[in-house]
């Protein structure tokens, strides 16, 4: 079982506005920063968003995340077929002295 | 450009060893930390271990601690994991990637190496 707390599943129409939740405690997400990670079928996971809400060069401004307390969230709008992932958040966890990762959520563009 | 290419996955028996490279490429390997992280088959990401650039900071889940050991070498920008005492359950694609401090985010990835215990 995840130390972070994501949704299994979510799902959107084309064009519509997703969110996904990430919940932890003050050892991780409310101390740290929080990272979201997209792995797409067969490949590699890829950095998304960094320091809660920083983008790395050439991801789509489509995706945006926030964090407030020990949740953070992680929002895709303009939802397009290519989006159809895994996406994981994470964070440093200063009790276990290492990273976690939500147990992911697989997002389904319908 | 960045590339980390594992090697060393393969199919062991329980209680078995192996043990996964990665070699850097692109970078200044010993500026970052680096890590393990895997993946078993419809199971999510795991975070495994951590070195920092000068291997003096070492951190492992708590599913490997005492079994799974990372080293690094950076002379010759390659990093390891020796696996021990392999169980089913450690049955995944293993993956390295790298960060920028061992708490930082992971910013690039390998393909990742399969590891399969079974026998």
């Known amino acids: 079982q995840s130390l972070l707390t994501q949704p299994p599943s979510a799902s959107g129409t084309p064009g519509q506005r997703v969110t996904i939740s990430c919940s932890g405690s003050?050892?991780?997400?409310?101390?740290?920063?929080v990272n979201w990670y997209q792995q797409l079928p067969g490949t590699a996971p890829k950095l998304l968003i960094y320091?809660?809400?920083q983008r790395p060069s050439g991801v789509s401004d489509r995706f945006s995340a926030s964090k407030s307390g020990t949740s953070a969230s992680l929002a895709i709008s303009g939802l397009r077929s290519e989006d159809e992932a895994d996406y994981y958040c994470a964070a440093w966890d200063d009790s276990l002295s290492g990273q976690v990762f939500g147990g992911g959520t697989k997002l389904t563009v319908l | 450009e960045v590339q980390l290419v594992e090697s060393g996955g393969g199919l062991v028996q329980p209680g078995g060893s192996l043990r996964l490279s990665c070699a850097a490429s692109?970078?200044?390997?010993?500026?970052?930390?680096m890590h393990w992280v895997r993946r078993a088959p419809g199971k999510g990401l795991e975070w495994v271990s951590g070195?920092?650039?000068?291997?003096?900071?070492?951190h492992y889940a708590d599913s490997v601690k005492g079994r799974f050991t990372i080293s690094r070498d950076n002379a010759k920008n390659s990093l390891y994991l020796q696996m021990n005492s392999l169980r089913p359950e450690d049955t995944a694609l293993y993956y390295c990637?790298?960060?920028?401090?061992?708490?930082?985010?992971?910013?690039?990835w390998g393909q990742g190496a399969l590891v399969t215990v079974s026998s």
């Open positions: 320091r809660n809400n």
């Open positions: 003050r050892s991780n997400v409310g101390g740290n920063y």
């Open positions: 692109g970078f200044s390997f010993d500026d970052y930390a």
């Open positions: 070195i920092s650039w000068n291997s003096g900071g070492l």
């Open positions: 990637a790298r960060s920028l401090g061992v708490a930082g985010h992971m910013d690039y």
